[in-house]
């Protein structure tokens, strides 16, 4: 954990030197060519999903971690996949397993479950986790807001089947979290459960390099002590991240046609009653972040971690400064990536309170 980050010290030069890359990363990102034809939709999105085919093919079992297929009905109908994960041992199913969702990234557009295995296992084998990863429908053919709807509609689905048909005990403690889109899925998600009072309760949030966003008919309601720090969208050439380009971030709007006033996709400010605190956050669980200096939604997280810990939730915070957003899926030989490793799990830790 940065313990010694302080994000409101910051001056705002501090704030856009976050994105300055690392030595290592430098050197590695010239030879790291992710140039599709991003005008041409079909095409990318055919290369993207690609890539997410080959890692379904190349995943590799594990012996103490068994792995069971369920389906959670959506709103519609729709039968939605869920990938479990389980101990292997009947006895440590005895013995009280928190229940741990993890939703996949891929800007809503690609993804599959398969890339939160390797994360899945650890959790099962260390913290003797059962772990759902629910597959979402994605865009272009299921536009906005379907991915955060067949999101809200899995967790409700684990939560009523926790105890019987998961075999988990949520008292042990019930996470949802997930990288990039997957993380605002379960920021969205988890705002949803606690209006709704879902039981059991999601006792902690796993943010990583999620999309918050502002919703901009929402923007002057943001104290300026917040609003001057949100410099990061203002950094696209700084930035200039390889593993989420401008051709890219086009791409995906085009094909999730997000409404960005709706809280259903901004939920940094969120609609609020007088029981839920001044932003619409009192009453969400304890939350760990893990934040990329060069991507261009840092400040936005950063900003959301200090409404958290305004309304006494406790936040628990990891930055690293001068990589681009998701930096560990294509950028293995950084030893960052091995450091995102070990936070993550010792993230998990502390959201389980182990």
Known sequence: MDKDFDFMSLTPEQIRDLAKPTKQYAELRKDFDFDLDWDDDGEALYTLRQFVALQERADVKDADVLEEFHHAPAEDGFKLPLRVYLPAKPTALQSGCPLVVLFYGGGFVLGSPVMMAKLSRSL??????????????LAPEHPFPTGIADGRDAVEWVAEHAATTLHADPTQGFVVGGISAGGNITNVVTHLARDSGLQPPITGNWLSAPAVRLAPKLADMLPQKYHERLLSQGQEKEINSPT??????????????????????????????????????KGMPRTYSQVCGADTGRDELLVYNEML??????????????????????????????????????????????
């Open 244 to 281: 989420l380009p401008p051709g890219m971030r086009a791409l995906i709007e085009r094909s999730y046609k997000r409404d960005p006033n709706s809280k259903l996709s901004s939920p940094m400010i969120w609609p609020s009653g007088a029981d839920m605190g001044e932003f619409g956050h």
């Open 309 to 354: 810990k305004a309304e006494g939730i406790p936040t628990r915070l990891d930055v690293y400064p001068g990589l681009p957003h998701a930096f560990w899926h294509n950028f293995k030989q950084l030893p960052e990536t091995k450091k995102w490793e070990q936070d993550t799990l010792d993230g998990f830790a502390w959201l389980l309170e182990r």
């Open 124 to 137: 099962v084998k260390r913290f003797n986790a059962v772990v759902v990863t629910p597959t979402y429908r």
